[in-house]
T-cell receptor, first 114, second 111 residues
Framework: EAGVVQSPRYKIIEKKQPVAFWCNPISGHNTLYWYLQNLGQGPELLIR????????DSQLPKDRFSAERLKGVDSTLKIQPAELGDSAVYLCASSLGLSGGELFFGEGSRLTVL | TQLLEQSPQFLSIQEGENLTVYCNSS?????LQWYRQEPGEGPVLLVTVVTGGEVKKLKRLTFQFGDARKDSSLHITAAQPGDTGLYLC???????????FGQGTTLQVKP
């Protein structure tokens, strides 16, 4: 069974440019998460979806970040315009949505903003 | 706001040594998970503890959930270079499905 798939793995852009990341969760997983992770630090939640509904986006910087999960399956995270401080790894994870249930992570998308 | 503090933040030891990583909070969690992350990969679940005082063993790794379900520890016996990685604790509160991660402990085991 395929795991969580993310693309691109790496992206280098100049500041003020837009960037988008894509995630395909494990089949049957209703809950999808986007996390931001800085080097050597723990993941920080950006947004959590239950099917196509964003149930927790309190930590998403909505002035420049947006996300969608239109059909309740794959998801896109967009940053426009990117800033130097956005350089990080963006992790996507999915789960069955049970409290305390296991999260399955993708390999992440590493963003470098120059 | 629920916070999880991990200590130490960095740990560099020789192969064969023992170590303990701590995960502490002032909040009560319904369950607590430990993940391990290797460079360039996403975190992978090691264990979930649910009951206060629970102890789980995974080969040379021993995980304990505090009696009050506010803290947890991970003990590794006779560490090996393959144990090198970032160890993350994550707490689940209530029935919201929200998972809060600690800052992580970077472990380096030298041969």
């Amino acid at each position: 069974e395929a795991g969580v798939v993310q693309s691109p793995r790496y992206k280098i852009i100049e500041k003020k440019q837009p960037v988008a990341f894509w995630c395909n969760p494990i089949s049957g997983h209703n809950t999808l998460y986007w996390y931001l992770q800085n080097l050597g630090q723990g993941p920080e939640l950006l947004i959590r979806y239950e099917n196509e509904e964003a149930v927790d986006d309190s930590q998403l910087p909505k002035d420049r970040f947006s996300a969608e999960r239109l059909k309740g399956v794959d998801s896109t995270l967009k940053i426009q315009p990117a800033e130097l401080g956005d350089s990080a790894v963006y992790l996507c994870a999915s789960s069955l949505g049970l409290s305390g249930g296991e999260l399955f992570f993708g390999e992440g998308s590493r963003l470098t903003v120059l | 706001t629920q916070l999880l503090e991990q200590s130490p933040q960095f740990l560099s030891i020789q192969e064969g040594e023992n170590l303990t990583v701590y995960c502490n909070s002032s909040s009560v969690f319904s369950s607590l998970q430990w993940y391990r992350q290797e460079p360039g990969e996403g975190p992978v679940l090691l264990v979930t503890v649910v009951t206060g005082g629970e102890v789980k063993k995974l080969k040379r790794l021993t995980f304990q959930f505090g009696d009050a379900r506010k803290d947890s520890s991970l003990h590794i016996t006779a560490a090996q270079p393959g144990d090198t990685g970032l160890y993350l604790c994550a707490g689940a509160g209530g029935n919201t499905g929200k998972l809060i991660f600690g800052q992580g402990t970077t472990l380096q085991v030298k041969p």
